[in-house]
């Protein structure tokens, strides 16, 4: 209802804090979303927005909160960011839409060739342009299926791959994302996640663990696709161990099974390199992006292998809004401000930052199992001390306290027992220094 305030880099870099948060503003907004908007659309946080960029996000109440969220990992370049505000605002007043599939232009094709630059692997790619991540996840599978005329699919415990019919089926946990959705897509079958909190296992042993699993279970020569997050996002940011994914890649290679890599989440400089599965030099045979890839506007792809790629018959890939010009702009834009501003090497400065703040905090308070991650993806797991029955309910108290002090946390896991933190690579040292003052003061509060 109100006229948009600035946002971007601009903003002033500050927490700040004029009502109770949510604000009176915001609580009577959020009134009209309870009167208007599906309740199965839920909100973590019942502050409505009015601006964001840099590191904070500014409400309709006037307060400024600290994002350690950046909207689930997608404005990794920050909100608003100068290079994709510009090329959006050129592009939407060019034109807004064609459908590539009706008449095409530049700006799909060039996200593609830069899509086929920055993933990992030497050999000869292609991409398909889509919405969401979801349905990247989809077409890779269509693509795996149609390039090895098998049906199976494995994916892992505790994965998360979106909320359509497919890939609902793909992901692990029920509520709040299957529950009485059912039935699901057929042909999906789920391996041992390696997890070292909870099973101590070697790289190598856990993948040992989920391939005989799979061999005897689905049986390799019918396996059309594995699909792994490299680092595992809703599922509770599980790295697995060291040695599992090169593991993992070499038998789908020696079995003639695709490898699609689900970087949504971890993708696009959020860990410290372009990809997460840059860390252990492994090279998927497709792998799914979505989320930072664009800044905020909805893109998603699928890169692969060439020959993969074009094994699917002409015509049986698209969608009306799949690589929408504005949305490629926008990609182009996020692109252009990872490279100029090394954004890998400023995640992997932030993981110290916040890897170091979380150790002194697990130091303090044995509710902390676990501090994990990689880059600008770290999180800590919280279990009853001592042991590893998890503790949601101390995730949300601070996660709670941390909303209410103007900081903006997400929690994840399968029990939601992790607290997770996904800055916008944008963000300053002084701003997350201070965020994690709050998160400290927070499990002080609540001990
Ligand atoms: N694969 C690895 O992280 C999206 C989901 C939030 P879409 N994760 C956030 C929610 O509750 O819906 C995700 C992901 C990984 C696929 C997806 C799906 O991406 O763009 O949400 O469809």
Redesign the pocket.
């Known amino acids: 209802m109100s006229s948009p305030v600035s946002g971007g880099p601009g903003l002033p870099q500050q927490r700040r804090l004029v009502t109770a948060v949510p604000g009176p503003e915001s609580a009577a907004r959020f009134a009209r979303k309870k009167a208007y908007v599906a309740d199965g659309v839920s909100t973590a946080l019942p502050v409505f927005v009015a601006a964001a960029g840099g590191g904070v996000l500014l409400d309709v109440d006037g307060n400024s909160l600290i994002d350690l969220g950046s909207g689930?990992?997608v404005t990794t370049v920050g909100n608003a960011a100068p290079e994709v505000v510009r090329r959006v605002q050129e592009q939407v007043a060019a034109f807004t839409h064609t459908c590539f599939m009706v008449t095409p232009y530049d700006g799909y094709v060039d996200v593609c060739e830069t899509l086929a630059d920055l993933t990992p692997g030497d050999h000869a790619k292609k991409s398909a342009l889509l919405n969401?991540?979801?349905?990247?996840?989809e077409n890779a599978v269509k693509i795996a299926r149609s390039a090895t005329g098998r049906d199976a699919v494995a994916v892992f415990d505790h994965a998360?791959?979106?909320?359509t019919n497919l890939?609902m089926a793909m992901t692990a946990k029920n509520m709040p994302?299957k529950h009485r959705f059912g039935p699901f897509a057929g042909e999906v079958y789920r391996a041992p996640m390696s997890y070292p909190l909870r099973d101590g296992m070697s790289g190598e042993d856990a993948a040992a663990r989920a391939i005989d699993v799979l061999d005897k279970q689905v049986g390799a020569e019918n396996l059309a696709a594995v699909a792994i997050?490299p680092i595992?996002?809703?599922g509770g940011f599980i790295v697995p161990a060291e040695g599992f994914l090169p593991a993992l890649a070499e038998w789908t290679r020696a079995n003639g099974i695709v490898l699609i890599a689900?970087?949504?989440?971890?993708g696009f400089c959020r860990t410290g390199t372009w990809f997460a599965c840059d860390h252990e030099g492994v090279v998927p045979d497709l792998i799914?992006t979505?989320?930072g890839i664009a800044g905020g506007m909805p893109l998603?792809a699928v890169t692969g292998r060439a020959e993969l790629m074009d094994s699917v018959h002409v015509g049986g890939l698209g969608g009306t809004y799949g690589g929408n010009p504005v949305a490629c702009a926008a990609a182009l834009g996020a692109i252009e401000e990872m490279r100029r501003h090394d954004l890998p090497g400023r995640a992997t400065a932030i993981g110290e930052l916040i890897r170091s703040r979380l150790l002194d905090l697990a130091d303090r308070h044995p509710v902390i199992a676990d501090v994990r991650g990689r880059g600008a993806m770290m999180a800590i797991e919280l279990c009853q001390p001592g042991t590893v029955t998890p503790d949601a309910a101390r995730a949300a108290a601070v996660s709670s306290y941390c909303h209410q002090q103007g900081v903006v946390t997400l929690t994840c896991g399968t029990w939601g027992n992790v607290f997770r933190f996904l800055p916008p690579l944008s963000i300053s040292d002084d701003l997350l220094h201070e965020a994690f003052d709050v998160v400290a003061a927070g499990f002080d509060a609540t001990a």
């Open positions: 689930i990992a969401s991540g979801a349905e990247a996840v998360y791959h979106g909320r890939t994302y997050e595992q996002g809703e689900d970087e949504i989440q971890s799914t979505a989320k998603a």
